[in-house]
């Protein structure tokens, strides 16, 4: 009787996904076939999925995994994520305190979806993170101010429309935490193997 070989072991990735970057390994869409792609920054195995997306201008951490199972636990109501945003002016008590009520967006199918309270606080002194490949914007637009959010959900570009819901749109935004995984030093474009992910 011929025995089958074992499975293969699960792997997981922790990615800094810098700046220009889709989440994704490939495309069909005429569209973006210029883009740039989580392939050219790692050799990743096959069967290798995105934990969740970050958009194309957004950056920092992308989990990545080859088991299935991990990736739908990962991505389960409750998980917390962590994002600081630069934002557009100096931001106020009063907008901090509607992000962590809850503030209507649009639908990308329209409507409106109330986001579910979070946790938001303003960050100072901003965060040390390397310069983004593209300049965000020169200093003599105005001010700018960094929070930290908190979310235990995922909508469409959430952050970014809840900032510009309470009058502060994002100039640029890091993902910094998934569960218990933080992004820490890992530099852009950094890929680090781990045996398991850390719970929240």
Partial sequence: MEVSPPAPLPRHFVLHKPYGYLSQFRSEAVKEAKKRFLGELHAFPPGTMAIGRLDEASEGLLLLTTDGRTSDAVRGPGVEK????????????????????????????????????CQARRLAPAPDFAPRTRRVRDDRHGPTSWVALVLTEGKFRQVRKMTAAVGFPTLRLVRVRVGGEWLGDLAPGAVREVAAFASG
Avoid: K, M, N
């Fill in 82 to 117: 962590e994002y600081y945003a630069q934002v557009d002016g100096l931001v106020t008590d009063a907008a901090l305190a509607q992000l962590r009520a809850g503030v209507a967006i649009g639908r990308p199918g329209g409507g409106q979806h109330q986001t579910a309270p």
